[in-house]
């Protein structure tokens, strides 16, 4: 439930973003720095929640959500990244909208060494799909960055990641497993 | 092999029967089975992205609820995108119909068979990832039924319709993506961005 995570100002602030920015879908594959958002998604009887069984279907679903007038987002963490690669030829060949916010792994303080290979491809793998990617690297411009985004990507149709370093999420110790 | 239903006809049927209908097309035959059928602005045609037509359709049934929204695809594009038949069950949206082709065959590349000619009844997975009403279409009284029950946008609906190794001439849709995007939006009231 959502008392295991403790709701820290950075994990407020990117649902606070994404509500304002008037977002109604939000696509997830779980990870433990989105799990505020997540709940907050929940909870909200304007945004529907919905879970994926792999980060591709977001992509996909984000495209569904914005042909029927919806804006949607997708929460991931930076493995769902590779996940994605084929399904971003949607975006670029239909120039869909699409914003993403992904949670980094294998790059700060990381102690599972799986995560290294895709945490240090991801950056690039979003940009040669032709994904913009933006950084946020201190909590206190986490809000400002996702509104940055989504007005690139609602305002102006383009394609976003912002990505949450590793730094500013903190080394993994807010869940017992 | 002998009854099975012929797949242009078994599209046109349903398409016929549900003019109201949001369409999504998975690559490869079925998006050429439904622009056979009729060019409607309403038809969003996938070429590529596979694995995408049900999560496409799962997003676009969430915003249009008051629409029936239709994913058409093919045995092979479910096969990829299998974990969104989990995702579509978890959300359940009333309004969402997904129609597999099923020819037991990947008719893109060469006919070879797929997992559904070798084992796999998708129906069955269909209900085992939670999607209560789901069936298997082998006639066109059955067809018939399962447009009457998508126009009633009562339940999430899964049919797999058995459809035969016919050769058909390709019908092929506009590739451009972002036309297509442009002209459904339109159809809707909604501005390009």
Partial sequence: MSTAVAATTWQESVFRGLKKAGVRQVAYVPDAGHAHAIQQAKDDPEIRDVVLTTE??????????????????????????????????LLESCRFPFLTIVTMRGEYAEFNPWQGPMGRATQRALELMGVTVMRVEDPDEVEATISAAADSVFLAGERVAVLLGQKMIGRKKWEQD | MTDLLERRSAVSTLLDRLPDALVVTGLGSPTYDVYAAGQRDTNFYLWGAMGGAVPLALGLALAQSDRSVLAVTGDGEQLMGIGSLASVAACAPPNLTIVVLDN????????????????????????????????????????????????????????CVRVGLHENARAMPPRDGVANKHSFRAALGLTTF
């Fill in chain 1, 56 to 89: 591709e279907e977001g992509v996909a679903l984000v495209c569904g959500a914005w042909l029927g007038g919806d804006r949607a987002v997708l929460l991931m963490q930076s493995s769902g990244v590779g996940n994605c690669v084929n399904m971003f030829s």
């Fill in chain 2, 104 to 159: 037991g065959h990947f008719g893109e590349t060469g006919m070879q068979a797929s997992h559904t000619s070798l084992g796999t009844d998708l129906a069955a997975v269909a209900r085992g990832f939670g999607i209560a009403r789901a069936r298997t279409v082998e006639t066109t009284e059955q067809l018939v039924e399962l447009t009457d029950v998508a126009a009633q946008r009562s339940g999430t609906t899964f049919a």
